[in-house]
């Protein structure tokens, strides 16, 4: 949870464009543009849940973040101790020493870890590439942290292929820990294991954050798994943030019919409280040609004449609550409520 209101990470405007080329001499004639403007800041110590349908560039923009793609443009800021690092300004050799504190857990558990090396192996790469500790002390750390994240010392002689999918991430997760990172990109950890998995899985990640002081970026498809992990919730539409917003404040007082959309998908047990689904006709833009305006119109059942000739711009409507619609203060969505 968030400890204080110090930064850890800052993000400005930050932009990843894919070239699309053709023709014989593959020459560029427009660009993906699949992060498109982002800006946020992430706490020392929080969870900022970045929740979207598949395709709206959320994992580039984790990747783009720490440098996995040589962003467009735009900023990254770390905060580290007494000092502020601007990643996309640093050359490779100052970069690998700055991975040290920023490390990502990947989607797929897999894929995500290498099938010839060991647990063991796996686990000390970090360690090994950023040259921390001796031979001894590498392996007596991955034991350690193989413990925590509820593994056993006969499992470091093993190799992936022998473990389920909520091993395979809890191995995943002793590996991004490794190096004590104090920025996570957690790229939907829990997308492709069981429902009871997904929950221990959830559960020992806030542990460990509690435990290491760990600040989260977290990106799902799914609201239920973004409102339970989350301290602050950033909504994602093809490439652009719509909605961004202290938790409890954008699951009961949406101000995106986007937003609301998402809300409304989400599951409900019991009568009490339940809502008719929203259903979206078509299919988001394609972000190498988005429409004139606001990028969610063409799907947007309050849309407007303004909506279709002007971008609405990311603007705060209350204390920390930010969002990117011409209608916001008129219309009266419908939230989750508590």
Known sequence: MNENGTPILEV????????????FL?????????????????????????????GCGKSTLGCAILRLYEPTGGEVILHDRYKELSVLELSPREMRQVRANMQMIFQD??????ERMTVLDNVIEPLVCNDIGTS????AKAEDLLMQVGLQKEHLRRYPHSFSGG???RIGIARALSIEPKFVVADEPVFALD????????NLMQELQAEFGLSYLFISHDMAVIRYVSDRIAVMYVGKLVEYAERDELLQHPAHPYTEALHSAVPRLTQRGRRDRIILEGAPPDPSDLPRGCVFQTRCRYAEAKCREEEPKLREISGGHFVACHLAEELNLVGIQS
Do not use: C, H, W
């Open 26 to 54: 593959r020459r560029t004639i427009g660009y993906v543009k699949a992060v498109n403007g982002v800006s946020f800041t992430i706490n020392a110590g929080e969870t900022l849940g970045l929740v979207g349908e598949s």
């Open 109 to 114: 558990p897999f894929a995500s870890l290498n």
């Open 167 to 169: 091993q395979r991430q």
């Open 195 to 202: 429902v009871s998995v997904q929950a221990q899985i959830l």
């Open 136 to 139: 001894k002390e590498q392996e």
């Open 12 to 23: 400005r405007d930050l932009r990843q464009f894919f070239p699309i080329q053709a023709g």
